[in-house]
């Protein structure tokens, strides 16, 4: 059974960090892409960062760039996205995606989400 399970997530103040995880299992974590996206209250899903299977290579939303690192451990199924300088806008929450990409077609699964909010 595949199951990705967001961790970290809560109140933080403005400027502050915090740092999400995901735990991955029933796949084989290694050969998927891994994304992060988030949803606030009345706006579209949208893609925060993403990292290839091997870490190699790593992308960002404009806004994210500089503030949020997205990394993985192969060795414990885990992707991680630290997020610095958090504003008020970042408020959402925060959905890990493993994503493969075959001949056969697109695979991918999600997670159940976890909430970040920033606020004074």
């Known amino acids: 059974q595949v199951q990705l399970v967001e961790s970290g997530g809560g109140l933080v103040q403005p400027g502050g960090s915090l740092r999400l995880s995901c735990a991955s299992s029933?796949?084989?974590?290694?050969?998927?892409?891994m994304r992060w996206y988030r949803q606030a209250p009345g706006k579209e899903r949208e893609l925060v960062a993403g990292?290839?299977?091997?870490?190699?290579?790593?992308t960002y939303a404009d806004d994210m760039k500089g503030r949020f690192i997205i990394s993985r451990d192969n060795a414990k199924n885990t992707v991680y996205l630290q997020m610095t300088s958090l504003k008020p806008e970042d408020t959402a929450v925060y959905y890990c995606?493993?994503?493969?990409?075959?001949?056969?077609?697109?695979?991918?699964?999600w997670g159940q989400g976890t909430q970040v909010t920033v606020s004074s």
């Open positions: 990292i290839r299977s091997t870490g190699g290579v790593t």
């Open positions: 029933g796949f084989t974590f290694s050969s998927y892409g």
């Open positions: 995606n493993a994503i493969y990409y075959s001949t056969n077609g697109v695979r991918d699964y």
